[in-house]
Every structure is written in C-alpha cells, then in structure tokens.
C-alpha cells in the first residue's frame, strides 16, 4: 500500500463487489512485467527443489533452464487476457502489451538459473540438501491466518529446527538493499503465525527470524532472534498499517470516489503497474499529483 495507496485501492478495495469487475480489477493488478515473472518464476523453482527433495524425487538439474522459461512463458500467456481487456475498456493498443524477444526470455532465464544455482549454496538450503539439517517444512505463503479482525498471509516459506530453535524464513527475490526495521518487524509476523500452528513452539524466544534476499548480485541471510517484544511491536505495526488501509478504504465514500486515493510516489512504480493505462498516474505522475492537489485545496477551502 505504501507504494501506491490507489493500486491498492484498486486491488482490495472493491472486493465487496463479487462481479466481473471486481475480478477484472484484481487481475489487472497482479499484470507484472516480464522481470517479475522472472524472479516468481525462480522462487517456484527454488521450493520445487526442496519439495521434490523432501519427496525423494529426482530433480533433473539439466531440466532448470527449461523449467524456468515454461514458467515465465506460461505466465506472459495467462496475462494476455487481462490486456485484452484494458484494451477493450481503452480502445486503443494497451502499454502493457510489449512483444518481448526470445532474447529477452533467455537473458531471463539466465540470470534466473544463475540466482538459483547462488541459492543453493547459501544456507540453510544447502543444508537442507546435504542433510545437515533433517527437519524442515515447506508452508505456502497463500495460506491465511486469522490476525485480530482480519485474515492475513503471515506464513513463512520455510520452517526448520536447529538444535532448541524453531527457524522461520522467507525468501525476497525482489531486490532489497537493506531490509531496514519495518520489514524487521513485519518479518516478526511469522512467529504469530508459528504460534498458533499446532507442533511448533508456543514461546516467542524459540523462533529465529529469517530472510533470504537478493540484493548487489548474491543471497544475503538477515536474521534474528525473536522475543515476545519484539512480535508485540510487530503485531501493534500490522494493525496501525491494516487501520490506515480501513481509513483510506473508507476515502473511497459510498460513490467510489478514486479522486481521493493518493497516487504513487515514484514513476518506477507505474511503470510496473497493470492500471497505467487507465489512470491519470499512468500517464504522467507529476502532473496528475500536482491536479490531485488542487482539487484537494479546492475541497478544502469550500
Ligand atoms: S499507474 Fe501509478 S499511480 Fe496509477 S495505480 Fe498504478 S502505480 Fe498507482
């Protein structure tokens, strides 16, 4: 939300309408540019190989780079549909629709397999596969929790035990070059998440918190202990953050009113957004902020 509070707006805030619309507005939302399917298509891989290793399926190593290229071609096809309809709602091309060359998918997939092959020599992945660690669990992100009031995607990626602590972990293959406190404590979320889950410990000390991001070309592992403090602040963060998209949610007003949604705060972000071409932050940010502005005096000074 903190990106763009109107895409996001646009993605949940209509999700009390079950129509054809609401679905189209969240599909268009989850539209993403060749290089994020890219590194969604590299993180499947990477649990791919740690489930066909907890199977004790072969995994055919020389499979990847065509694993990873079905993976970003079957997405860039499941999307046409959403372009077909932006360009039906426009009437014109859609900016979404770029051909992308067979160039570009390789130079995809090869930087997609050098990540992969980095992976799987960090820890704790590497000692997950030479049996140094023997107890370990893949959990799926899209699973919900109940938080308070709400339900929300808490879970961690990967849960493993090493000696008396419990350790929860996600992986960032979206590039982050310091993981700073916020993401810190929202990290902290998945020890809520790992208390209500039945065989895993109930005391906040057990948990290690985990985060393998990729960022100046390699893995790096953040971590760090959790206590009950800690996953207190974490919770009371996630509820001020969930109050504020109530309030912004609530700015929308029974007409539906997007004029009063903010816009994004950096050009980098419409860029990869699905509703570039059907909003005024599409076309040009600073100008449709600067708009947004004086309409908002204009209220305020009625
Ligand atoms: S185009 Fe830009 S301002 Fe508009 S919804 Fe997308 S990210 Fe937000």
């Known amino acids: 939300m903190n990106q763009c ?13 079950r129509g054809t619309f609401n679905r189209h507005l969240r599909n268009i939302a ?27 399926k ?25 372009i077909e309809v932006v360009e039906k709602r426009i009437g014109s091309k859609s900016q979404l629709r770029s051909k992308i060359r067979n160039s570009e998918i390789d130079r995809l997939v090869e930087i997609a397999c050098y990540r ?17 660690i023997s107890v370990w669990y893949t959990f799926s992100r899209l699973e919900k929790s109940k938080f308070d009031k709400f339900q929300l995607h808490l879970a961690p990626d990967l849960v493993w035990f090493r000696g008396n602590s419990c350790h929860l972990m996600r992986f960032t293959v979206q590039g982050v070059s310091n993981p700073g406190d916020d993401r810190m404590l929202e990290n902290m979320a998945m020890v809520t998440w790992a208390e209500a889950k039945q065989g895993l410990p109930y005391k906040a000390e057990r948990f ?37 998209m109530i309030e912004l949610h609530d700015r929308l007003g029974t007409s539906c009113d997007l004029s009063q949604i903010p816009l994004a705060a950096s050009k980098r972000i419409c860029r990869n957004c699905g509703h570039r071409d059907t909003c005024p932050g599409g076309e040009d940010l600073v100008r449709a902020r600067l708009e947004q502005s004086a309409l908002e005096m204009a209220k305020a000074s009625k």
């Open 30 to 56: 989850d539209w993403s540019t060749p290089w994020r399917l890219m590194q969604r298509a590299l993180r499947g891989v990477i649990i791919d190989r740690l489930e066909c290793h907890s199977n004790q």
């Open 5 to 17: 509070p109107r895409a996001w707006i646009l993605k949940y805030g209509f999700t009390k309408n």
């Open 208 to 244: 290690v918190v985990e985060n393998l991001y990729w960022s100046r070309g390699r893995w790096n592992l953040w971590s760090n202990r959790a206590n009950s403090k800690l996953v207190l602040d974490s919770s009371k963060m996630i509820l001020k953050d969930m109050n504020a």
């Open 116 to 132: 992969y092959h980095a992976a799987m020599k960090t820890e704790p992945i590497s000692m997950i596969l030479d049996g140094r």
């Open 58 to 82: 072969v995994w055919i190593e020389k499979d990847l780079a065509s694993k990873i290229r079905h993976r970003i071609i079957g997405a860039i096809y499941r999307q046409k549909p959403v």
